[in-house]
């Protein structure tokens, strides 16, 4: 399989504490980008990383790809309540058809007020 | 207006009926995207439409058909579906089929087949 695979498959912590989920894949990739489902509804894009990027910033998210590793981390820092979601990473894989995106299993992120 | 919308929010259907789904963005997008996912799992893509072409089909049963009207629309037809058919359906469109465009995607429409 393409797909990547999410680490935990859950996480629960309190609000304001910090929340990483990883995230490995086997193939060379183009680019890894993350997304966040909230129950039962669609996915929202958060973040794109390109292979020759190491780190990204975008609010409260950091993401991290190590490419050598074939792994990328999702942190989310002074996580809040409304952070509780399902989280994917999802990849472009440089042999795969135009527009097919992998997407992981899936961390699911419950935060506690 | 980023938004993608899809009609209807949730669908009960029996395994004779036959009915649509139907997406629609505004954003100039010319990739849209069909995707099924269950409970638990991770979206499984079944259609992309590339500049209102079929471009990829993942071997989805005949009795999903999808339909691109136009640039801006994209429907799944459902005919004789069966009960492990039931899940949610996800429509999304990129800027462009490629490697470097993020995917909007829709609400979902959630689907019971009885």
């Known amino acids: 399989s393409q797909q990547g695979e999410e680490d935990p498959q859950a996480l629960s912590i309190q609000e304001g504490e910090n929340a990483t989920m990883n995230c490995s894949y086997k193939?060379?990739?183009?680019?890894l980008q993350w997304y966040r489902q909230n129950s039962g509804r669609g996915l929202v894009h958060l973040i794109l990383?390109?292979?020759?990027?190491r780190e990204k910033h975008s609010g409260r998210l950091r993401v991290t790809l190590d490419t050598s590793k074939k792994s990328s981390s999702l942190l989310i820092t002074a996580s809040r309540a409304a952070d509780t979601a399902s989280y994917f990473c999802?990849?472009?894989?440089?042999?795969?058809?135009?527009?097919?995106?992998?997407f992981g299993r899936g961390t699911q992120l419950t935060v506690w007020p | 207006d980023t938004e993608v919308t899809q009609t209807p929010k949730h669908l009960v259907m029996g395994m004779t009926n036959k009915k649509s789904l139907k997406c629609e963005q505004h954003?100039?997008?010319?990739?849209m995207y069909w995707y099924k996912q269950k409970a638990k799992k991770p979206p499984e893509l079944m259609f992309v439409?590339?500049?209102?072409?079929?471009?990829i089909n993942e071997s989805v049963p005949s009795r999903f058909s999808p339909e691109c009207p136009n640039s801006s629309l994209l429907n799944l037809h459902l005919h004789a579906l069966q009960p492990e058919d039931s899940a949610l359906y996800l429509c999304?469109?990129?800027?462009?089929?490629?490697?470097?465009?993020?995917?909007?995607f829709g609400p979902g429409t959630r689907l019971t087949v009885t």
């Open positions: 439409y590339s500049y209102e072409k079929l471009s």
């Open positions: 954003m100039g997008h010319r990739a």
């Open positions: 990383i390109r292979s020759n990027e």
């Open positions: 999802a990849t472009f894989d440089r042999g795969s058809t135009l527009g097919r995106l992998y």
């Open positions: 999304a469109s990129s800027q462009e089929i490629g490697r470097i465009y993020e995917q909007y």
């Open positions: 193939t060379s990739i183009n680019n």
